[in-house]
């Protein structure tokens, strides 16, 4: 399915060594840095 979307150059990707309840905790900050990152954002 992916395949066949655009590429998206500010796509991130992003691998988290955490469980399933653990991923949001241990990503949140790679996360805020790549929002603040965006054009127009913070």
């Not at 929002?35 to 913070?42: D, R, S, T």
């Given at each position: ?7 998206n ?6 691998e ?27």
């Amino acid at each position: 399915m992916f395949g066949k979307l655009p590429p998206n150059p500010r796509s991130q990707y992003l691998e988290v060594r955490a469980d399933h309840l653990g991923t949001p905790a241990t990503a949140k900050a790679d996360i805020v840095r790549w929002v603040l990152g965006l054009p127009g954002a913070g």
